[in-house]
């Protein structure tokens, strides 16, 4: 692939991804979303000249974004712990009467779930097709049904619980 047809390929696929990758850096690394984000970014490219096309290239986009923002959550520990001012908790969650806003919350309730059911939430919150959700994780169409269905209810519980 040329560098023109490249970069091309690139600037469209981020114009109809932008918001998944962001909602998936923001899910992933909260304060540090800005840099997960550009780690996608320089894994996407990289990785477009060995982009098999087996399935979209907006699936393989985002099966990439989310492998990277797994393995960037695993290797937070080794990273420095920078605090920037506003970065405090109470800066982030300013919102709703009580502090909060529904974007916080969910943000609160994504933390509580595993890597998988997280990935979910997100493709099924991006209106994702059973298929492609299927595709981007491995897991059957059955398996998926019964995951959200659980997620959705642990989310049920959650809300009840938080209140």
């Known amino acids: 692939m040329s560098d023109l047809n490249k970069k091309s390929e690139f600037e469209e696929l981020l114009g109809r991804n932008r918001g998944r990758l962001s909602a998936i850096s923001r899910s992933y690394a909260r304060s540090d979303a800005d840099d997960l984000l550009q780690e996608i970014l320089l894994q996407i490219w990289r990785g477009m000249d060995r982009f098999e096309r087996r399935s ?10 989310l492998n990277t923002a797994i393995s960037w959550q695993k290797t937070a ?12 908790d109470v800066d982030q969650i300013a919102g709703g009467d009580d502090g909060r806003d529904g ?15 997280r990935a ?3 493709m099924y919150l991006d209106d994702m097709s059973g298929n492609e959700m299927a595709e981007v994780t491995g897991i059957s169409a059955g398996a998926l049904r019964v995951r959200i269905h659980r997620i959705k ?6 809300k009840v619980g938080d209140t």
């Not at 520990?77 to 405090?88: A, I, T």
């Not at 974007?103 to 059911?117: A, G, H, I």
């Open 56 to 65: 979209s290239i907006d699936t393989w986009c985002y099966r990439v974004a």
């Open 77 to 88: 520990g080794r990273r420095k712990l920078r605090v920037r001012p506003g970065d405090s």
């Open 103 to 117: 974007t916080e919350l969910l943000r609160q309730f994504l933390q509580t779930l595993s890597d998988t059911d």
């Open 120 to 122: 979910l939430t997100l």
């Open 153 to 158: 209810c642990r989310l049920a519980e959650w």
